[in-house]
């Protein structure tokens, strides 16, 4: 069993930057592919972004491409995911996610283990 555990949520003014790091409870995170989705009330979990095991795979959602991204230290058990040139639209609560073998990144099913989420709120 992993546990996932996000911080580095708050808010912030549009055009500002967050960091969010996901810290696992698994000694061989080292083992798990991350995935960073957000939600907000109302719509589907939408998929930010993609780590994989060592760190030197990653993919990005399009509509964050160029403005965050995702990092890992294996050694710590922790994921980041930097958030910069913030817009409003990017509120939600992010959540990180980790499988051994995700068939399909950009879906959440693919992922075996969730943290609680942190909020993210961008202001105007």
């Known amino acids: 069993q992993v546990q996932l555990v996000e911080s580095g949520g708050g808010l912030v003014q549009a055009g500002g930057s967050l960091s969010l790091s996901c810290i696992a409870s698994?000694?061989?995170?080292?083992?798990?592919?991350v995935g960073w989705f957000r939600h907000v009330p109302g719509k589907e979990r939408e998929f930010v972004s993609f780590i994989n095991q060592s760190g030197r795979g990653t993919t990005m959602a399009d509509s964050v491409k160029g403005r965050f991204t995702v990092a890992r230290d294996n050694s710590k058990n922790t994921v980041y995911l930097h958030l910069g040139s913030l817009k409003p639209e990017d509120t939600a609560v992010y959540y990180c996610?980790?499988?051994?073998?995700?068939?399909?990144?950009?879906?959440?099913?693919?992922?075996?283990?969730w943290g609680q989420g942190t909020q993210v709120t961008v202001s105007e």
């Open positions: 698994e000694g061989m995170f080292g083992n798990y592919a």
């Open positions: 996610a980790a499988g051994l073998l995700p068939r399909t990144i950009q879906l959440h099913t693919s992922y075996d283990y």
